[in-house]
């Protein structure tokens, strides 16, 4: 029998349950679906089934997104460019667009 079956309960007693649930059923899902997205947000897999058969997996997405404000904070802290890095990149530009086989232009503008 599901952990889900009978009376509702508290959300820190709903939130308990997935501490060694890994599988449910869509209707599980359904009626629980923020505390396991809350779940899935912390690092945990969910199975969910419909007849007992796997259906789809649920985990945490493989993007890190990072704020505006950690990025520029992240490239800030790493190391400065030569001074000749945008002359390299003024150089590579001219050659891609000198390339016969390219009929469109590197725009930067």
Do not use: C
């Amino acid at each position: 029998m599901s952990p889900y079956a009978g009376a509702a309960a508290s959300s820190s007693e709903e939130s308990d349950k997935f501490d060694f649930m890994n599988e449910m059923t869509a209707t599980e899902l359904a009626r629980n679906l923020s505390s396991v997205l809350n779940r899935v947000i912390e690092g945990e897999e969910v199975t969910v089934t419909r007849g007992g058969r796997p259906i789809v997996e649920i985990r945490p997405s493989r993007r890190q997104w990072m704020k505006g404000s950690d990025f520029l904070a992240a490239l800030r802290s790493g190391p400065s460019l030569d001074p000749e890095f945008g002359d390299d990149v003024e150089r590579i530009r001219a050659e891609y667009n000198a390339m016969p086989e390219r009929s469109t232009p590197l725009e930067w503008d």
